[in-house]
């Protein structure tokens, strides 16, 4: 499909965050073109496939969502109201031990719905099977990289070695990155064994790292280093990667993420509903560490929203640092698309330019909440809302569009199914 | 005009907050019958204007925000990232002087929009020009309660009790409470002569209050009291009323509080975004203060969703209480609607019961934020989003419904209107 989005506001994201009157077009899964209308084109307007009036609409890329674990969605306020380790014990483990493979496939497809309608085009995507993550995600259009979550008791460092093999040459769609869980859930020989895999593919490495204050204080107890120090003392950051959460970070912390290239992926709403605590981005920001947006799994969070996400980046580090001017919302929204697509490693993914990926949204400020037009960038990350999303496009197709999805099959099968697993499951 | 909602699920917030299968009868702008299928009802389905097949959807009284300055849409996004103090006194009361009435007549038609798009059924306004303000909420078809903003600088008391007479036989739509804008701002002699007129009427009274640090230190540098203590020193709060923000409350605020029946109206977006602070909800709730939800303006929070401000009273909680299960989901809920009625002295909205308001409305359950559908109150506060807003009806008449406006006006009229107001203030 060709596709001319005309008569549009144009946030490229290409370099400066400057709204322009314009035009994008897409033809196959690429942008060809960006910039004002064009008068007498090189393609005639009858050789499109479509040609949108955005109205007066913003075009922008399509957010990136850094951390999730997507197939979490049958969890969504099935447990509640508990503290990080009492949750993952007593709750998520044992209803996670019930899941099949097909199980996994339904709710991977359920959270990718929701990606699309607030305007995410892309996830890194931390769950078991990954066969089973690509196959939703191929089959719905949608793009993800997935993460092994290697630890003491799922998956093997020679499975994560055949699956970075095998995902990151299956589909465009697919990437995988080497990961595993985290410090507390994995062995110092496991460890090793990731630091030499990633030494072996000159690989970025991706992990939580501390989430929590007592993980961070219990990772002292045994090793006498905070995680960060310690599994950089193993080696696992020559190639880079990054951290999922980052709450509890020390100034040396910081130094070691910023000299390593390392990205900080927070994970806000997760972090405020678990009361992990608030992540210190205006020092990481200072100090020059990169900065993704991750909404964390739906049964933690329990939306999976940048739009909430990116509010409470700038207003939970408002509030930590007392402070009303942290972390503009510019800052926030490279975060949330820049900065995503560079820790996925999505290097034609970020902005809207010829030759990127055809990852994009549009915007209706033809709403209450984006008027009057002030100042689209503030707009977006102030008071912007799910509501606002218009259009997602992923890899050069419409996948929703007012309200309507195109993702291969019925919303209401994928629902209907997500019901029955948890019903199945909560069975006697 | 008389409608008939059926086939839906029904959270009545009357008594307990079960949500059953069942039916709502609209009569007029009244509640006629909440319940299960009627079988055989005494008014024929052909006797109705209008049947609404709910296919499984919920519907529920709808949300009351408790504080806003509707009117100061037009600063959305023009001042942002400033402490509380430089924002009002170099941003805000300088483009504020340039108001004129027709302006604020239009800007408040504005945020009724919003105020639908999150099924917000009513709003406690504090702004000046109440003929402007009751003039958009009654063309819109809207609940406004409006409250004084009486200070050194504007209006007298002589002008508040005209309006206080005047707005209580208005319109059935419109309500009028004394207030004063804030501690602060006000003279002792001025907050000597509203006590005199809350005893003469009788009547409750509402002001800003202990929003920030600073105000609190001031007034106790003044009077060497908290602002409440303070205030109810003069005799303010003989007949109850309530504070908005109360953030930096004391054990003895709270008491003061309890003991005078006043509610705290919460702020948490607005409080956020200004690095005001975060409010004390455990311990109120625990004292049994009653709690209502407010927006806070448009110009400091930037949004008006009542969704956003449901996850943040609680997220915020938890974060600043170290406990995941600080302020759960059905305390917070009913904040927003019960709260919210009760302090607005709407007794006859905040729940769905025959008699009662029609003010209500419905929630799209068929989005993936809301599946699977485990707990239909945690997904409101938890993973809720004004994307689920399918219907907002205020005494008995639909003025949003999936996505169109019936207020009266198009909408694109409102916003170039709002447009136009910000231009010619920003020129030259």
Redesign the interface.
């Known amino acids: 499909m060709d596709i001319r989005f005309y008569n549009g506001r144009v946030l490229s994201m290409n370099g400066d965050l400057e709204v322009r009157p314009g035009e994008v077009w897409v033809q196959g899964n690429r942008i060809a073109y960006v910039g004002p209308e064009a008068g007498e084109t090189e393609k005639k307007p009858s050789a499109w496939d479509r040609e949108i009036d955005l109205k007066g609409n913003l075009i922008m890329p399509g957010f990136a969502n850094a951390h999730t674990h997507s197939a979490m969605?049958?969890?969504?306020?099935?447990a509640?109201?508990?503290?990080?380790q009492e949750?993952l014990g007593q709750q998520v483990f044992p209803m996670e031990a019930k899941l099949t493979g097909e199980d996994i496939y339904e709710l991977s497809r359920?959270?990718v719905?929701?990606y699309l309608?607030s305007g995410i085009t892309s996830n890194f995507d931390m769950y078991f099977q990954p066969e089973m993550i690509a196959r939703a995600s191929v089959d719905c259009g949608f793009r993800t990289v997935m993460v092994s979550s290697l630890n003491n008791f799922t998956s093997s460092l020679e499975e994560m070695e055949q699956e970075y093999l095998k995902y990151n040459n299956y589909h465009e769609l697919i990437c995988y990155r080497l990961g595993f869980h985290a410090e507390y859930t994995t062995s110092e020989e496991l460890l090793k064994g990731v630091a030499a895999l990633a030494e072996k593919y000159q690989a970025p490495v991706f992990t939580h790292n501390s989430e929590t204050k007592r993980e961070v204080e219990e990772c002292i107890g045994r090793h006498g280093m905070t995680p960060t120090a310690y599994l950089d003392s193993l080696g696992m950051f020559q190639y880079g990667g990054g951290g999922y959460h980052c709450v509890h970070m020390t100034d040396e912390d910081i130094r070691i993420f910023r000299e390593r290239g390392l990205t900080a992926v927070t994970n806000p709403?997760s972090?405020?509903?678990?009361?992990s605590?608030?992540a210190r981005i205006s020092h990481m920001l200072e100090d020059g560490v990169e900065i993704a947006i991750g909404t964390d799994g739906?049964a933690s969070?329990?939306?999976?929203?940048m739009f909430?996400e990116m509010?409470?980046v700038?207003?939970?580090a408002?509030?930590r640092?007392?402070?009303?001017?942290?972390v503009?919302?510019q800052e926030v929204l490279k975060m949330a698309v820049r900065g995503g697509a560079h820790v996925m490693g999505l290097t034609d993914c970020g902005c809207l330019a010829p030759g990127k990926l055809a990852d994009l949204i549009v915007i209706d400020l033809?709403?209450?909440?984006m008027?009057?037009?002030?100042?689209v960038v503030?707009?977006l990350v102030?008071?912007?809302?799910?509501?606002n999303v218009k259009l997602t496009m992923v890899n050069g197709k419409i996948l929703y569009e007012d309200g309507k999805f195109f993702v291969g099959a019925e919303?209401?099968e994928?629902?209907e199914n997500?019901?029955r697993?948890?019903r199945r499951m909560t069975e006697k």
């Open positions: 969605t049958f969890l969504r306020s099935f509640d109201d508990l503290p990080l949750w359920l959270a719905l929701e309608t709403g972090n405020t509903k678990l009361s605590g608030i739906p969070n329990n939306c999976l929203d909430r509010f409470l700038t207003g939970l408002k509030l640092e007392e402070d009303a001017a942290a503009p919302a033809n709403q209450p909440n008027q009057p037009v002030n100042n503030k707009n102030y008071s912007g809302s799910k509501q919303p209401e994928i629902y997500a019901n697993i948890i």
